[in-house]
């Protein structure tokens, strides 16, 4: 991971063996994170620290507040956040939300290999 690359990566999703998977992930890439279980404790874990994160990850389909809704909250804060989507009910209509919202969706399971290039790639276009 580059030294100039510091921004935080918010991993969402209500499954812990998924929040498990992709905190490896990230641990394998050197990349810091926090994890949420659900949106709206992802959203005041952002609103927290806004400026620390360089990616939103989540799940769209969470109980309290899933992960469109939290997308467009966080858009508020952070307009040019980098969101991606990681779903095991991939649907026209989320593609259709993403793109409303500049967002990236990927359909689980997500290898390491698809996750590490969509956080890499998101990362590079988070201004320092």
Known sequence: MPEEVAKKVLLVDDEPIVLNL???YCDAMG?????????????????????????????QDMPVMGG????REI??????LPI???TG???????AVAN???ATVLAKPVSLN???NAILTALAFVPS
């Open 75 to 80: 858009r508020v804060l952070a307009p040019n």
């Open 68 to 71: 469109i809704m939290l997308a």
């Open 89 to 95: 009910r991939p649907t026209l209509a989320l593609e």
């Open 114 to 116: 698809i996750f590490k």
């Open 22 to 24: 992709w905190s490896a």
């Open 31 to 59: 990349v810091a994170y926090e994890i949420a279980c659900d949106g709206q404790k992802a959203l005041e874990i952002f609103r927290a620290n806004y400026e620390a994160f360089g990616v939103l990850v989540t799940d």
């Open 100 to 102: 409303e919202l500049g």
């Open 84 to 86: 991606i989507f990681i």
